[in-house]
């Protein structure tokens, strides 16, 4: 399938001296991890510092952004990155999952003003996700990390947001 945005300059962007919080679920943890794998290679691509990221782990995608929102509230990370996979089954709990874990996330980023970046995988089966986990650029982790690092670049230039400094809290 063809992307039909257009690329974003890559060569100007930098992951130094910001700092990332990634907020992945554990349910479906093969898969999901593969997906955290991807955003630790997108952040080690734009030259992240060693320590610039903090991994929270949840028990499902229904829990993400409720973590999320306090890692933003937090003021410690500049972006947070929103990892998971949730699985059509045979009842609509998937569309509850899916729905409410979309709309937390959204809420969170507008009610802080950090961005999160949505790298939920919603599948019709196992299949699908493994496919959407798999190597890069097609690693959603991948791409939500290299979307955090375009977004927190894009607000420094734009509004002038200075990178949280590693191990400081901004309160």
């Not at 997108?42 to 903090?54: H, I, Q, T, V, Y």
């Not at 937090?74 to 998971?84: E, M, N, P, T």
């Not at 089954?89 to 949505?118: C, D, M, Q, W």
Request: aromatic fraction near 8%.
């Amino acid at each position: 399938m063809e992307n039909s945005q257009p690329a974003a300059d890559h060569a100007t962007l930098s992951a130094k001296g910001f700092r990332f919080a990634i907020v992945a679920s554990r349910w479906h943890d093969s898969i999901v991890s593969r997906l955290i794998d991807g955003a630790r290679e997108a952040l080690a691509e734009f030259s992240a510092d060693e320590n610039a990221f903090e991994v929270f782990r949840v028990p499902g995608s229904f829990e993400i952004p409720l973590c999320a929102l306090k890692a933003a509230e937090s003021k410690q990370f500049d972006a947070v990155i929103c990892l998971g996979v949730i699985i059509r089954g045979e009842t609509p709990h998937f569309e509850y999952i899916a729905n409410e874990t979309t709309r937390g996330i959204g809420e969170a980023s507008l009610k802080t003003g950090v961005p999160l970046l949505f790298g939920i995988i919603t599948a019709d089966n196992v299949a699908q996700a493994d496919e959407r986990a798999g190597a890069t650029p097609d690693n959603k982790g991948f791409a939500a990390a290299t979307a955090a690092v375009e977004l927190v670049n894009l607000y420094k230039e734009a509004f002038g947001t200075e990178p949280r400094p590693v191990g400081v809290a901004h309160r």
